[in-house]
């Protein structure tokens, strides 16, 4: 059998398309049932300010775990979710779920940290967003100030979404584009987004000291960034010599497993009050399992 192509089948070497795999229709039949029995969980990555370790930021990351097949990754089941429009609901639940954990988490005297929520292009083709999320909002209590949303270039680059953006933009919502550098972006688009904040790819970051064209992409990304007032977030930063390199570049902020790995919200929130003044602090806390 030929290497997997495409989502959701298989082609045979002779180019015939091959009945999907036993795997994938159990995941996409289980996305349901996921939703309804509470087989989801949102985990927390913090982010840090490179220039003091302090942290700034938290991404929400979804987690499935399937009954019978264990962790599922989002980079399975998100795709599988798009496709059958589930991806809004499942999305609004990661929302609310985020905006609420947040909200407490600010009642109970931790740091206030903003939350960063990954949106799908689904949710935004969908009729609402900007009343879905200001509900959210509202039923959480949690201020648009510490609410960040993740948008891929590819939705950024739809005319259809500006309107959209500026909206969301306009109630005091923080807009970043994700995975930076990966899609078809354009540098125009760049210049009249309502964005705050773009996301260096992890793909990038993996090349400090490797290969000095990522270095060469991560430098001018950096410096474009900077002209245009849009903060950095590098993403995927494992090693020293890769917090060396965006430490001296002067990459904003740093999220990846040499300082944290996404964990549940209970290990999180024990992180955040490890944070507050006069506690015992240490940031690296990598050998916390995901
Ligand atoms: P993303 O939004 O780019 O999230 C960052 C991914 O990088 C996460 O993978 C995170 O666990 C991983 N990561 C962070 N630091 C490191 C590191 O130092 N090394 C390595 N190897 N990986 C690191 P995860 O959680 O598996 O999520 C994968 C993707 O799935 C996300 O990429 C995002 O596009 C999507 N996703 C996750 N949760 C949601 C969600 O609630 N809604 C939507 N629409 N997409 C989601
Ligand atoms: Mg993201
Ligand atoms: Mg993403
Ligand atoms: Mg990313």
């Known amino acids: 059998r030929a290497k997997e192509e495409g989502k959701n089948h298989y082609r045979w070497f002779d180019g015939t398309v ?14 349901r049932r996921a939703m309804e029995r509470g087989e989801f969980e949102v985990y927390y990555q913090p982010q840090i300010e490179t220039a003091t370790g302090k942290l700034s930021g938290l991404e929400a990351l979804l987690r499935w775990k399937h009954p019978r097949l264990g962790q599922i990754s989002p980079q399975q089941f998100i795709p599988l979710a798009e496709e059958t429009g589930l991806i809004v609901e499942i999305g609004e639940w990661v929302l609310h779920t985020a905006c609420a954990q947040n909200k407490a988490w600010h009642d109970a005297g931790c740091p206030k940290l903003r939350i960063a929520v990954n949106l799908s292009a689904r949710q935004f083709a969908a009729p609402d967003l900007v009343g879905t999320v200001r509900n959210v909002l509202e ?3 949690l201020d648009a100030r510490f609410l960040e949303l993740e948008i891929t270039e590819n939705m950024a680059m739809k005319n259809e979404n500006l309107t959209t953006l500026e909206q969301l933009k306009d109630m005091g919502i923080l807009l970043s584009i994700d995975d930076f550098g990966t899609q078809h972006s354009s540098l125009s688009y760049l210049k009249r987004l309502p964005v705050s904040r773009i996301k260096i790819d992890r793909s990038f970051v993996s090349g400090i000291g490797v290969d000095e064209r ?3 992409i991560i430098h001018a990304m ?6 245009l007032h849009l903060s950095v977030v590098a993403e995927g930063v494992e090693t020293e010599p890769q917090f060396g390199f965006l430490e ?7 999220q990846g497993y040499l300082f944290f790995k996404p964990q549940s919200a209970e290990h999180i929130g024990k992180v955040l009050r490890d944070s507050l003044p006069g506690e015992s602090r240490d940031s690296r806390a990598s050998e916390d399992m995901e």
Do not use: K
Not at 18 to 31: H, I, K, Q, V, Y
Not at 222 to 227: C, E, P, Q, T
């Open 18 to 31: 091959a009945p999907e795999s036993a795997r994938l229709m159990e995941l996409r039949n289980g996305l």
């Open 139 to 141: 039923q959480t209590g």
């Open 214 to 216: 990522d270095e060469a």
């Open 222 to 227: 950096l410096v474009i960034a900077r002209r």
């Open 248 to 254: 001296e570049h002067n990459c904003d902020e740093i």
